[in-house]
């Protein structure tokens, strides 16, 4: 069974950064499309970032484009999000996912991420 677990998640306050990290069981990370999801109280989850395999393509939800970064390391299996100039709205649970992907260049739409983490927080907060 797929694992991916996040972390890197904390408390930061409004202007700074952080990088959260999503472990991924050996053996599978290759076949996977990546991506980063949040979910704010009271809020539907959404969209902030994916990857593809090969890590050529890269989709951001427009209010983080230019302040996150997804990246990710295949000899690792792992996935990154590195996050800068935090501020409020940035405040939620963060979670990785997978999509299987027939090919390396692709990034799918939210829709077709189907293993998820469990999640880790993210408070943005002076």
């Known amino acids: 069974q797929v694992q991916l677990r996040e972390s890197g998640g904390g408390l930061v306050q409004p202007g700074g950064s952080l990088r959260l990290s999503c472990e991924v069981s050996?053996?599978?990370?290759?076949?996977?499309?990546m991506g980063w999801f949040r979910q704010a109280p009271g809020k539907e989850r959404e969209y902030v970032a994916g990857?593809?395999?090969?890590?050529?393509?890269?989709y951001y939800k427009d209010s983080v484009k230019g302040r996150f970064t997804i990246s990710r390391d295949n000899a690792e299996n792992t996935l990154y999000l590195r996050m800068n100039r935090l501020n409020a709205d940035d405040t939620a649970v963060y979670f990785c996912?997978?999509?299987?992907?027939?090919?390396?260049?692709?990034?799918?739409?939210?829709?077709?991420?189907?293993?998820w983490g469990q999640g880790t927080q993210v408070t943005v907060s002076s």
């Open positions: 996912a997978g999509s299987f992907v027939h090919s390396v260049h692709d990034v799918p739409p939210s829709s077709a991420y189907d293993l």
């Open positions: 050996p053996g599978t990370f290759r076949d996977y499309a």
């Open positions: 990857i593809s395999i090969r890590g050529d393509f890269r």
